[in-house]
């Protein structure tokens, strides 16, 4: 851990001499941005949180220690128009298994506003019939289960990517697969930098800038369906979001609304 590394270089060498004097001097002087920082507070108050849960030490040496302030109001995630995310799902081809599939997937992405991770690692069985619905059962990070009932648009691409792929019945494998040397679909389940690459392939395809990738699906989702008329109550429990503040992050409803209040400076 690069903490401690820093700690033996500065002579601290026993857990009896990291005190938070220690660790507000490590903090301070680290060169990451604030947000990298942050994190590694956070990764050092966890350790030793479990070190004294494990009665190692008597205290948490870190709990006291302030991290750099860092206030975010509007995510960086590059997001979509509405008509642009269409756009791109009506110029993929659908005459091939895999465009068959990259269609669900990035249809998936923009209708469950789900992380590409949890799309990676849906399995087939994981999109199932709940009544006369079909749902998607998305394993998030941190172990979570989160269910999702399908958009019509998902369960119509969802519906013709397992039917072209014949896999419907193999419930327990991978639901989007990677592909061999002549295109045909393997047992292996795609990795995130698979679709990451699909993605930006799709997107020159279609002419978008080409900072879109995987999570402009989350935030062009989100963008969408607060535009609708949706609440963010709502869409943090689509999203899994802990707190609204972070699925804030990912409206960009008021950008038009900006431009068009900037315009009004008659110079």
Request: proline fraction near 4%; aromatic fraction near 8%.
């Amino acid at each position: 851990m690069q903490f401690f590394a820093w700690c033996e270089k500065h002579r601290v060498h026993t857990l009896e001499q990291i005190k938070p004097v220690v660790i507000a001097a490590y903090i301070e002087n680290h060169p990451a941005a604030a947000p990298t920082v942050k994190q590694h507070l956070a990764a050092i108050r966890m350790l030793f949180d479990f070190l004294v849960t494990a009665q190692v030490i008597p205290m948490n040496p870190a709990a006291s220690v302030r991290g750099p302030k860092y206030v975010v109001k509007r995510g960086k995630t590059p997001v979509l128009t509405a008509h642009e995310a269409r756009e791109l799902l009506d110029s993929i081809k659908t005459d091939s298994v895999v465009g068959v599939r990259d269609r669900a997937i990035i249809g998936l992405m923009c209708y469950t506003f789900a992380r590409v991770s949890a799309v990676t690692n849906l399995r087939v069985d994981d999109y199932y019939l709940v009544g006369k619905r079909q749902w998607i059962r998305l394993h998030e990070k941190g172990g979570k289960e989160h269910f999702v009932p399908a958009h019509h648009h998902a369960e119509e691409y969802l519906d013709a990517y397992l039917e072209s792929a014949g896999i419907r019945e193999e419930k327990k494998s991978p639901l989007f697969r990677s592909v061999d040397n002549r295109r045909r679909l393997t047992a292996n389940p795609m990795a995130r930098t698979d679709v990451l690459r699909m993605v930006k392939r799709r997107a020159k395809g279609a002419g978008l800038p080409s900072s879109t990738c995987c999570h402009t699906f989350r935030a062009t989702g989100i963008t969408a369906y607060l535009e609708n008329g949706g609440t963010i109550e709502n869409a943090q429990l689509i999203a899994a979001h802990e707190s609204p503040r972070t699925t804030k992050l990912y409206d960009r409803t008021g950008d038009e609304i900006t431009l068009d209040e900037v315009e009004r400076i008659a110079i």
